[in-house]
Each structure stands twice: as C-alpha cells, then as structure tokens.
C-alpha cells in the first residue's frame, strides 16, 4: 500500500489498541498495584521482573534495560517491523480501516509482513480446501485417520494437503494478486530446474505454523509418497524469511499459551501430531519446536509465559522417545534446565511410544497417564547414564558413577546436590561418602562449588531458600492467615539462619513480635527477623490465607519429598527377601509419605 497513514488513524490505532493485550500476547503479566502490571522484559534476560505496563496510560517501561514507550513501539521493537507494518497490524487486530495520503512519501515496495501473512493465510486456506477434494488427497486423508485424527481435529489444527502437482498452488496465488517476488519471499514457491517458480511442497500434509499472536508465519510439510517421487526429508519446513524464524517459534504457542499461564506448565513434544495428540487428549499445554533443536530462544518465550520468577510456581515437561536418541535429547535438555527457575521433568513413555502413537494405543488417558508419570530431570538423566553400566559388579558401579559423578555437580541448586548424592548411592548401592567424594573430585577440576553445605557460599536466590523466606515472612507479617505452621515438617527449613528463625518463633506460647525481638539476644538473628518483617510478601494486592496456605503447602511438600527420597534410598538398600517384615514396614512408611505429599501439592496448586 503506497502513501502514508494518516496522523488521526495512527492516534485512534494507538488510543484503542489495549496495550496489555498486546503485551499479553508476549509476556505473562502479573497485577503490581495501582494499576499496573509487571511481567519478565522480552527485550532482555531478566530473573526478577522488572517490566511494567500501565494500561491506563498506555505505556510500558522496563526498569531493567530501559525500553520504553506505547504499544506501537513494543510490538515495533520486538517483532522489528516498519511504523507503518506495525500500524497495519495492529489496525487488523481491532477491525481499522487506514487511510492513506495519496501524496505522502511511499510506505516501501508493498512487500511487508502484512502482504506476508496474508499470503500464509491464503495458502493455508487453499492447502485445507484440497484436502477434502477426492483424488490424490485421500492419502493425505488416510495419514490422518491412521493415526487417530478426524476430520474435526484436522479442521481445528488447520491441517491441509499439498497437491501432487508442480504449481498448483502458484497458479492459486497467483490468481489471487500475488507477486512471485511475495510468494519465494514467504517461502511458499521456488525456482524450478526449468525456470520459472513452482510449488515447495507436493504431495504433502500441511500444517500452518502460527507465531504467539496468531499469525501463520509459515508450514511444516510431511512427505506422503512412499516411493522414489519425493526425494526430500520426511518434514519440510519453511525457510527462514522475514517473519518466520524457526528459532523463536513454538508450534501450537498461540493455541497454549493461555493455558500455560494458567497452569503455569509446558509440555514439550517432538512433533506436530504429537502436538495434535497431546491437545486432543486434554494435556492443552504443549508446543514443539519446528525442525530445529530446542534452544535459548525458546527458553525466553517459555520463561516469559511462565513468569518463571516465580520460585514457587511453573513446570517444564519435556517428552522424548524411549530410545537411546531420546536419552541423549534428555541429557542435552540437562544443561537447558539450569536456565529454567521452573522445575523441568521427563515424561518416557517405556514402550518408545510418542504421544501420538500412544493415543492410538491407549487413548486420551494413557497420554495424560504419560504426562502424569513425570519425573525430575535430574533423575532421568542420571538413571539413563547408570543404566548403560551393569552395576551388580564392583567395576560397573565405579564406572557408572564415573560418568554420573559430572552430572551431580553440574546442578547449579546447591541445595538439590546432597539429595541426588544420596540417590545415586542408592541407586548404585555405595555408600554416600564414596559418591560425594567423586563429585567433590569432578567438582575441584571444573571449578564447581563443592556438595558441602557448610562450606558453601549460600545463594539466597535458590528457589527452595526463597519459598523458605517467603513462608517465614508470612508467619512473623500475617501469623493469623498461617494456622498451617504447626503442621510443617521439622527438616522444612534447610538454611540454618531460617531454622534458627523458625526455632525462635516455635520458643515462644504465642506470636508476638515485640517479645521475638526483645528475646532474640543474638544480633545476627534479630537483624535477620526485622529484615523478614518489613520485607513484602511476593503475592499480588493483599496476602491472602489461600496464598499462605498455598506457599506452606509447597515448603510441606518439598520437606517431604526429602523424606520420600531418604525413604527409597533406605529401601533400596534393603534385600526385602532377607528382612522382609523390616522392609514392609519402610514400604508402608513410603506409601503413607507419598500421599502427606500428594495433599500438600494438591493445597500448592490450588492458589494457582
């Protein structure tokens, strides 16, 4: 579109364009009084949120790097695009018609993320029209059936076909007004051998790939032909162009998004049906990566959405084949964890299966039965690399925790490494010594903080040592809303100071801060309680009793988690042949802590 916009159209565009929904689209925002919102910056890693929007005046600021202005600037910034792209675009989100200054300066050539997107878009309606057609989309049709997928879920997926011809698709655009400088720019034709564009997938089932807006920013094809016709990959994904970058964009974000807000989970699977399969099923908070491997860049969309700060908040499921290609992709997935403050688990199906193919198998509730059998990252990658080693010899137990040893003291939470010290000596059946002594070895040669605790420079920032904090805070600012405080587990304070906290507050027959202070004689202590008083409490608006029924929830149950994993190591060690009465009874004991711990994860979320 040639000329300029008009002054008036850019003032309504920009007076009648909510910035938090815009923002909201990006970012996971979170009340912060007096009318603004706050969430984690886009523009920069940040751990802290320090991003705010307010709404009323339509601005944003980052108190971190600085960025600020209107909505027009942020999505300007962040989706680098021209003035005049961004205009549009927003004017299409609330149904503006521009108008344009004949005699003004050009806005470019007319090719632009607009013109791009809705080449996508009619591309996409074109490839769903021919997948109902009779004739060679009927194998596209059967891939679909074959593996569970009605003509509904094809439908709600955008799910298209790909004509077995050499331009069909180009002959369609073409009719439509698109020139081939638009269509080789979105990625949608090619050169032929012979001259001339033709169609860059044939043959083929089609996804749209939407970005976190919701725009179809290009496809993902799979290959149908079961002979020698289509020599390429078995996917084929869009090119880079200007508006689709295979490394920011998750495939299904714009439909789980919310969902991943509000549960404050992700689940990410391998693939576009398994995508398909894991919604169908009810598990709505999975995405995938688009042909490229799970990176930094999807770690920051991720983290935004689940306001990751959050110590207390927010899980990263990762799925992967039971092979050894997915044990590998697991282990990789180890270094990408220490970027998450969420905590990030494993879902294996033991069969090898992928969600799809176990939604053929077993239906909806053996794919969510999948997600809910996670377990710690951390976990899985150690029992990946032990299983390869037979440790019912001396050799094979010295060698597997050889090569288990670096991943123990590559976990950046100094609090989680004695506990996975104990799990692996019971895992390998050595004693605990035996392994820390190996971590503290592969530690000193890489430099990494040694497991003891005492000798530790402590990081307050440590998700378990800020849910300790926070609890404590409650007690002292709002002891009324905290009956639950009785209940807590005598182990549920790790950091000395805090225990020394809590042990003062236990000394006392009643709460009353003027008699902590006055009987607190230790000055360490006292100026730790008076920081703990006048802190504020990390909630949104008031401090609820859900809320602290919720965080003392979370600090019972990572409390008894400690106690569960003490509980199997014991039993681990056990012949339950030999001492049969005296393993029944730990069992029972296990089972009995495994439901305390359930309830209290059940009270966790329900502040969520």
Known sequence: MAGR??????????????????????????????????????????????????????????????????VINFLMKLEHLTFTETVERLAERIGYQLHYDSTGPSAGSGINRSRLVAANTAAAAFYREQLGLPGTAQVGREFLTGRGFDKTAAEQFGVGYAPDEWDALYKHMSALGYKDDELNLAGLTKEGSRGGLIDRYRNRLVWPIKDISGDIVGFGARKLASDDKDQGPKYLNTSETPIYKKSQILYGL????????????????????????????GITTA????????????????????????????????????????????????????????????????????????RQSGGDLAVRDLIARRVP???????SVIKQYDVASAEGRVSALNQVAPLVGKIRDASLRPEYIRLVAGWLGMEVDTVSAAVK????????????????????????????????????????LAPQWVDIEANAFTYPPYAAVRAKIDSLPDMNISSLLDR?????????????????????????ERYVASIIARLREVGLSRDIAEIKSTLQRINPVDEAERYTEIFGALVAKEAQRRAQKDLAIGDL
Do not use: W
């Open 5 to 70: 916009i008009r002054d008036e159209d850019v003032t309504y565009v920009r007076e009648h364009t909510p910035i938090e929904d815009v923002v909201g689209d990006f970012v996971q925002l979170k009340g912060a009084g007096g009318g603004q919102k706050k969430g984690l910056c886009p523009f920069h890693d940040e751990k802290s949120p320090s991003f705010n929007v307010t709404p009323s005046k339509g601005y944003f600021h980052c108190f971190g790097c600085g960025v600020g202005g209107d």
């Open 254 to 281: 714009d439909m789980a998004k919310k969902e991943i807000a509000k549960k404050r989970q992700v689940v990410i699977v391998e693939g576009y049906t398994d995508v398909m399969a894991a919604h169908l099923a």
């Open 287 to 358: 995405v995938a990566t688009c042909g490229t491997a799970f990176g930094d860049d999807h770690i920051r969309i991720i983290r935004r959405l689940l306001m990751d700060d959050d110590a207390f908040r927010g899980e990263v499921i990762f799925t992967f084949d039971g092979d050894a290609a997915g044990q590998k992709a697991a282990l990789r997935a180890f270094d990408d964890d220490q970027k998450f403050v969420a905590q990030t688990f494993v879902a294996v199906e033991p069969s090898g299966m992928d969600p799809c193919e176990l």
């Open 377 to 383: 990252l951390f976990e899985f990658a150690m029992r």
């Open 441 to 480: 070895r592969v530690a000193g040669k890489s430099n990494t903080p040694l497991p003891d605790a005492p000798a530790m420079a402590v990081n307050l920032s440590d998700p378990i040592l800020m849910l300790e904090r926070e609890v404590l805070k409650a007690k002292l600012q709002a002891n009324e």
């Open 520 to 544: 607190t004689e230790d000055e360490n202590l006292r100026g730790l309680l008076t920081e703990l008083i006048v802190e504020p409490i990390r909630t949104d608006g008031e401090v609820s």
